[in-house]
């Protein structure tokens, strides 16, 4: 049974950082985009940013240059690092597997697996 955990949410100041973890249990991804999605109030759930084993990322325009993705292969755990955060970065935030080799799909129906969701919450 797939199972995937995220951690390091939290409220935080605009302009401040945040580390999001997402440990994956039951499956190996390697090939697979991990991927994390957010969601707003009243808004639909977005692609944020993927990763696939081998180096290959992908950013949505919103967080180009502030959010960094990466994957720890050895312990199945993808993580988003955030940086100058704003107050519309807040969301809950979901991680989330591919159901691709090599492809990080935008579109949040090509993904198999999730979260349970962790709450970002960014203060002007």
């Known amino acids: 049974q797939v199972q995937l955990v995220e951690s390091g949410g939290g409220l935080v100041q605009a302009g401040a950082s945040l580390r999001l973890s997402c440990a994956a249990s039951?499956?190996?991804?390697?090939?697979?985009?991990m991927a994390w999605f957010r969601q707003a109030p009243g808004k639909e759930r977005e692609f944020v940013a993927g990763r696939w084993i081998g180096g290959s990322t992908v950013y949505a325009d919103s967080v180009k240059g502030r959010f960094t993705v990466s994957r720890d292969n050895v312990k199945n755990t993808v993580y988003l690092e955030m940086s100058s955060l704003k107050p519309e970065d807040t969301a809950v935030y979901y991680c989330?597997?591919?159901?691709?080799?090599?492809?990080?799909?935008?579109?949040?129906?090509?993904?198999?697996?999730w979260g349970q969701g962790t709450q970002v919450t960014v203060s002007s």
């Open positions: 989330a597997v591919g159901r691709r080799d090599y492809y990080c799909d935008l579109r949040r129906l090509e993904y198999d697996y």
């Open positions: 039951g499956g190996t991804f390697s090939r697979r985009c």
